[in-house]
């Protein structure tokens, strides 16, 4: 899935997940286990920043769009 501009969403949602699922764990009374959520969206981030040259190139791609937008 993509944004309204384009650019990959899965970082977005790994970064809510991590966050609802720390928020949660830490309202629990489970700090530590808080902490590794947390560290675990933020590294999805940074994959997904690492590998988006890769993954996903610059350039134009195919869209289902009829009227030329993508």
């Known amino acids: 899935m993509n944004t309204d501009d384009g650019t990959p969403a899965s970082a977005r949602r ?29 590294a999805a981030v940074a994959a997904e920043g690492a590998l988006s040259n890769y993954v996903y190139p610059p350039g134009d791609y195919a869209g289902f769009r009829e009227d030329g937008k993508q």
Request: glycine letters at 10%.
């Open 14 to 42: 790994a970064t809510q997940v991590a966050s609802v699922t720390a928020h949660a764990a830490a309202h629990h009374g489970h700090a530590g286990t808080a902490a590794v959520i947390a560290t675990l969206g933020a």
